[in-house]
């Protein structure tokens, strides 16, 4: 649906719903493969490169903020990590991510 991908409000709505959507009950973090999924089902609301940012990580768990922040970080940077400002405001986790993601993606 065209509005839901121009709506960027009603985006970031969907987007975020999808992770709590997606969650085992009692259980607060996703698995890193169904993160992956998750990442390719919703791939018209995802922001680029999602999947990348996810298989990245050296860990088998994705939180709810990382998914919440990897949005933010896409926003901020324009989808363009070369305009990334390591600020000191990121989690280490996304300054290895944008150096993962200079490196493989070419």
């Not at 919703?42 to 768990?61: A, H, N, Q, T, Y």
Request: aromatic share 16%; proline share 4%.
């Amino acid at each position: 649906n065209k509005d839901l991908v121009n709506n960027s409000k009603l985006n970031r709505e969907v987007y975020d719903f999808a992770f709590v959507f997606s969650l085992q009950p009692g259980i607060k973090v996703l698995d890193k493969e169904l993160a992956v999924n998750l990442a390719y089902t919703f791939e018209v609301l995802v922001p680029p490169d999602m999947d990348l940012f996810i298989e990245s990580l050296d860990r088998k768990i994705i939180k709810k903020d990382e998914w919440q922040m990897f949005y933010t970080l896409v926003e901020q940077t324009k989808g363009d990590f070369a305009n990334y400002v390591d600020d000191g405001c990121w989690p280490t986790l996304f300054d290895d991510f944008v150096e993962f993601y200079g490196k493989h993606k070419k």
